[in-house]
């Protein structure tokens, strides 16, 4: 998320209210859904959050892609924003699939 608000500082100031929102909501969805998951007890809740957040990676990494191709960005940030969030899914594919294998109490 740091890197997502480090990097849009450089956008254009006319991406204010179009690209700098939608990719700062995204890095924001992401972190705060994961925490909103964690508070969670029962498993649906927990897991709807996790994948609402993974659903947000996604995004992140579209609007990383369209910031490159605009020119809003360079290859060397691309690969590192998208590289990571490919991470943060992993960690959260393997979060959903021990959640939703576990039995109920």
């Known amino acids: 998320m740091i890197e997502v ?17 939608d990719i ?21 809740d927990k897991t709807r959050f996790y994948k609402i957040s993974r659903g947000s990676c996604y995004e992140i990494i579209s609007q ?9 960005i360079n290859q060397d940030e691309k690969i590192n924003l998208v590289t990571g969030y490919r991470e943060v899914i992993n960690e959260l594919d393997s979060m959903i699939k021990s959640i939703e294998n576990r039995k109920n109490p």
């Open 64 to 72: 990383t892609l369209v910031s490159l191709a605009l020119k809003y």
């Open 5 to 21: 608000y480090r990097l849009t500082k450089f956008f254009p100031k006319e991406e204010r209210y179009g690209m700098i929102s």
């Open 24 to 44: 700062k909501r995204s890095a924001n969805s992401v972190v705060h859904n994961i925490a909103e998951g964690f508070g969670r007890y029962e498993k649906r």
